[in-house]
Nanobody
Framework: QVQLVESGGGLVQSGGSLRLSCAAS????????MSWYRQAPGKERELVAH????????NYADSVKGRFTISRDNAKNMLYLQMNSLKPEDTAVYYC?????????WGQGTQVTVSS
């Protein structure tokens, strides 16, 4: 059974930091490209950051470049998102996403709320 379980969300003040984690199971994690998406109330889900299966070639949405860092630990089947200098506009549900060709999996999401 495929599972992607996010954790680490919460309430933080503007300028603060959070580290999101995504625990993967039920598939060969090291072969999948991984991403973080987010969805704010009333808005479409958007890509935040992406990382290749081997951990290289990270790329980021312009809105988070220089503040967020995506990483993964294939030995532990874990994906991370370090979020620094958080802004109120970063408030959203953050989702972990795995993709390999036509295989795609989503986590349930974790809420991040940034107060001004």
């Amino acid at each position: 059974q495929v599972q992607l379980v996010e954790s680490g969300g919460g309430l933080v003040q503007s300028g603060g930091s959070l580290r999101l984690s995504c625990a993967a199971s039920g598939f060969t994690f090291s072969t999948y490209a991984m991403s973080w998406y987010r969805q704010a109330p009333g808005k479409e889900r958007e890509l935040v950051a992406h990382i290749s299966s081997a951990g290289g070639s990270p790329n980021y949405a312009d809105s988070v470049k220089g503040r967020f860092t995506i990483s993964r630990d294939n030995a532990k089947n874990m994906l991370y998102l370090q979020m620094n200098s958080l802004k109120p506009e970063d408030t959203a549900v953050y989702y972990c996403y795995a993709q390999l060709r036509n295989m795609r999996f989503w986590g349930q999401g974790t809420q991040v709320t940034v107060s001004s």
